[in-house]
């Protein structure tokens, strides 16, 4: 099973950014997709999540406002859309499912399939 993250780069403070999680072995309309960050020297923390159909979507306090997640069950592809960057927001980036698609969860024990990361920098 595969999770591709991918749309990472180097931005500038106050920059937007759209990284995405698809998948070629997983529908990913049937399942949670949670997104993950994992800045230097810290654990990872859980920050934003779709649950399966119906789809509803769940943000950590910190992230509300700047970060948008989204589904595209033509692309199978989950978004997250990040505006007004921060240099805080430095981090690898995860994707991961979850079978349990009803649940969103921002714990890691929770998803059985992870992504492999993409860097998000922010600096200017």
């Known amino acids: 099973v595969q999770l591709q993250a991918s749309g990472g780069g180097l931005v500038q403070p106050g920059g937007s950014l759209r990284l995405s999680c698809a998948s070629s072995?997983?529908?990913?309309?049937?399942?949670?997709v949670g997104w993950f960050r994992q800045a230097p020297g810290k654990g990872r923390e859980g920050i934003s999540c779709?649950?399966?159909?119906?789809?509803?979507?769940h943000y950590i306090d910190s992230v509300k406002g700047r970060f948008t997640i989204s589904r595209d069950d033509a692309k199978n592809t989950v978004y997250l859309q990040i505006d007004s960057l921060k240099p805080e927001d430095t981090a690898v980036y995860y994707c991961?499912?979850?079978?349990?698609?009803?649940?969103?969860?921002?714990?890691?024990?929770?998803?059985?399939?992870w992504g492999q990361g993409t860097q998000v920098t922010v600096s200017s």
């Open positions: 991961a499912a979850d079978r349990a698609q009803h649940l969103c969860s921002f714990f890691e024990q929770g998803y059985d399939y």
């Open positions: 072995d997983l529908n990913l309309y049937s399942y949670a």
């Open positions: 779709i649950t399966g159909r119906p789809m509803s979507t």
